[in-house]
Structure formats: C-alpha cells, structure tokens
C-alpha cells in the first residue's frame, strides 16, 4: 500500500475462467482416479479443492460438474 494510503484494503482474486475451469477439471480427474484407486483421502482431498475453485472462482455449479457426476456415478459431486 502507498505511503498515506489510510485504507486497508482486501485482496483481489484476478484469475481467468479458463484457467479456473482447467484448475477444476484437473481437480474433478484426480478425485475420480483416487476414487477408483480406493484412495479415499486423496478423492476427499481433491473433492475438496475442486469445490473451493468452485465456490470461489466459477460462483454457482456449472455443467462441469454434470458431466465429472455422469463419469463417475460413484463419485461424490
């Protein structure tokens, strides 16, 4: 913050939705391996992250999700 500036002020988040969507999608691929591996802490794990880029990058479910669902009916979404 510049010398005077009285003001706090939060962080920004600028990150691109493509890059987002791919950060997801990786995050999505690595759950459903280690759901399938049996590796139940690593899919909770990965489920975890690819809900906070959710949450907090891409706001409101989005298709992605239908489909990584229909791939693993398995899986948690």
Known sequence: M???NQRS???VKVIEKTTAEA???IAQGVQHTRHLA???AGSE???KVAR???EEFLGP???I???ERLLCEGCDP
């Open 45 to 47: 794990a990965a489920r």
């Open 38 to 40: 049996g590796d139940a």
């Open 23 to 25: 950060c997801l999608a």
């Open 9 to 11: 002020k939060t962080p």
């Open 2 to 4: 510049p010398p005077g």
């Open 61 to 63: 479910r989005d298709p």
């Open 65 to 67: 999700h239908r489909r």
């Open 52 to 54: 906070i880029i959710q």
